[in-house]
């Protein structure tokens, strides 16, 4: 029974590019959940998104940041033009449903940006 | 403030103590409550989920009282396993699930 999938695990960027990073939720679950952990903070809320919806975006910065869910395939977080302040564990979580269910974590993604 | 505040520790104990983790919380509307673990900041793993009852899972005991927002984690016979990190988390949403994380308690088991 896979858990929360995320790769990749560690992905390092230059200053100015792109970064993608993806998240596939526990089977059965279609709600899922992004947040941060910069270096020596506890995690942060992000954004939550259903399939093809995103339903609360209120953790993201306003800039650079975008997130989607398609029908198929993975949950994405993209950050463009990354800089240094981005190098951080970004951790997605999935539920069951769309209540205060108690959410699963994937393995994280750990960001450097050199 | 911080929405979710807790001992940083970190606390030191030897294998078989009873250690007690607590947490307060400062928004008085938060519904679900849980506490997680994170080893040498890996993913976080729901250890329980909190419930205003009180409940019990093997050696762990969790509390919560809504009077006062303060969540409690009692941890019995200490195992070297049990040195992470312990996470307050809490829900303030009704309608899905915002997770709000404390910083963590750092606890060590030593033998």
């Known amino acids: 029974n896979a858990g929360v999938m995320q790769n990749p695990r560690h992905l390092v960027r230059r200053r100015g590019q792109e970064a993608r990073l993806r998240c596939s939720p526990m089977k059965g679950h279609s709600h899922v959940y992004w947040y941060r952990q910069l270096p020596e903070e506890g995690l942060k809320f992000m954004v939550y998104l259903q399939k093809e919806n995103i339903i609360d975006e209120s953790g993201m910065p306003k800039e650079r940041f975008s997130a989607e869910f398609p029908k198929e395939g993975p949950s994405i977080l993209r950050i463009q033009q990354v800089v240094r302040g981005d190098s951080a564990a970004y951790f997605c979580?999935?539920?069951?449903?769309?209540?205060?269910?108690?959410?699963?974590f994937g393995p994280g993604t750990r960001l450097t940006v050199t | 403030r911080k929405e979710v505040e807790q001992d940083p520790g970190p606390f030191n104990v030897p294998e078989g103590a009873t250690v007690a983790f607590n947490c307060t919380y400062s928004n008085s509307a938060s519904q679900s409550f849980f506490w997680y673990r994170q080893d040498c900041r890996k993913e976080p793993k729901l250890l329980m989920s909190?419930?205003?009852s009180g409940n019990e899972d093997g050696r762990f005991t969790a509390q919560l009282n809504r009077a006062s927002q303060y969540i409690s984690l009692l941890i019995r016979d200490s195992k070297l396993s049990d040195s992470a990190t312990y996470l307050c988390v809490v829900n303030k949403d009704t309608s899905y699930g915002k997770l709000t994380f404390g910083q963590g308690t750092i606890l060590t088991v030593h033998p």
């Open positions: 909190v419930y205003s």
């Open positions: 979580a999935s539920s069951p449903g769309r209540g205060p269910y108690e959410q699963y």
